[in-house]
């Protein structure tokens, strides 16, 4: 069975840092893209950043280069998106994505909340 699960959101002031853990089962994780998508109420998913196999090549969205990063742990089927400089902009409710072989996986995401 399939499984994409995301951890690690949660309430964080302006300006401070916040990390999300998605964690893969089910599917041959090291061989798939990996990406964070993003949401929030009445609006489209948007792409954030994207991580290609081997952890090579790396995409980040304009709105989050330079304050994001995606990394991945083929070892634990784990990938990371350290958020930093983080702004209100950016409460969202956070998705991980895995593409490959013509399959498409979503998990179910976990909210950030960028407040005072």
């Known amino acids: 069975q399939v499984q994409l699960v995301e951890s690690g959101g949660g309430l964080v002031q302006p300006g401070g840092s916040l990390k999300l853990s998605c964690a893969a089962s089910g599917f041959t994780f090291s061989t798939y893209i990996i990406s964070w998508y993003r949401q929030t109420p009445g609006k489209e998913r948007d792409l954030i950043a994207r991580?290609?196999?081997?952890?090579?090549?790396?995409y980040y969205a304009d709105s989050v280069k330079g304050r994001f990063t995606i990394s991945r742990d083929d070892a634990k089927n784990t990938v990371y998106l350290q958020m930093n400089i983080l702004k209100s902009d950016d409460t969202a409710v956070y998705y991980c994505h895995a593409l490959g072989y013509g399959m498409v996986y979503w998990g179910k995401g976990t909210l950030v909340t960028v407040s005072s």
């Open positions: 991580i290609f196999e081997s952890g090579g090549e790396t």
